[in-house]
T-cell receptor, first 117, second 114 residues
Framework: AQTVTQSQPEMSVQEAETVTLSCTYDTSESDYYLFWYKQPPSRQMILVIRQEAYKQQNATENRFSVNFQKAAKSFSLKISDSQLGDAAMYFCAYRDSNTGTASKLTFGTGTRLQVTL | EPEVTQTPSHQVTQMGQEVILRCVPISNHLYFYWYRQILGQKVEFLVSFYNNEISEKSEIFDDQFSVERPDGSNFTLKIRSTKLEDSAMYFC????????????FGNGTRLTVT
């Protein structure tokens, strides 16, 4: 079974600075998809960024980018120019390909990000 | 932008009672999911649903749980006889395809079992 590990329960960053959240995963598949979701205090789950395993290029969405290292099974999220609104719980998630069925997301345990002035 | 909507936002029930959590997925999506999140813990998969049947379910999804898509728009999760440990946030999600697209989540229903 696939597992997703987030080893940082909490992180803190100053406003305007850069922070990197770590994620590793375990899978025997070669094709899959990776996601970062943000959960603010409202508890809504908001997609931040996605990465296809077959693409070597790291995904970027405005201030958010990933460092995808397929051989190391690592998928970290970098937030540049951090803003107060970035404060939230961040979940790394994995989704299988070629399952033949509705493929579920498997989540990590989350990293709580605090943004300070 | 289309959204997944869930009702109610908060449900309080007594232990042993049946509850039905309701979801309206995004209209052109074909794959549907329920997840739960016990306070302060990770988001756990319960069940996936496609073509009017369950595709996969987790160990949590025992005989007390059932899902239904009664009318082509709603997607419901029923808990037959609630336990205290069922207290959690329940998220519905939908996706237009089975693997590539991200899941779109609703705002969740907070279930409190007393």
């Amino acid at each position: 079974a696939q597992t997703v590990t987030q080893s940082q329960p909490e992180m803190s960053v100053q406003e305007a600075e850069t922070v990197t959240l770590s994620c590793t995963y375990d899978t025997s598949e070669s094709d899959y998809y990776l996601f970062w979701y943000k959960q603010p205090p409202s508890r809504q789950m908001i997609l931040v960024i996605r990465q296809e395993a077959y693409k070597q290029q790291n995904a970027t969405e405005n201030r958010f980018s990933v460092n995808f290292q397929k051989a190391a099974k690592s998928f970290s999220l970098k937030i540049s120019d951090s803003q107060l609104g970035d404060a939230a719980m961040y979940f790394c998630a994995y989704r299988d390909s070629n399952t033949g069925t509705a493929s579920k997301l498997t989540f990590g345990t989350g990293t709580r990000l605090q943004v300070t002035l | 932008e289309p959204e997944v909507t869930q009702t109610p936002s908060h449900q309080v029930t007594q232990m042993g009672q049946e509850v039905i959590l309701r979801c309206v997925p995004i209209s052109n999506h074909l794959y549907f999911y329920w997840y739960r999140q016990i306070l302060g813990q990770k988001v756990e998969f319960l069940v996936s649903f496609y073509n009017n049947e369950i595709s996969e379910k987790s160990e949590i999804f025992d005989d007390q749980f059932s899902v239904e898509r009664p009318d082509g728009s709603n997607f419901t999760l029923k808990i037959r006889s609630t336990k205290l440990e069922d207290s959690a946030m329940y998220f519905c999600a939908s996706s237009p395809d089975r693997e590539r697209a991200p899941l779109h989540f609703g705002n969740g229903t907070r279930l409190t079992v007393t």
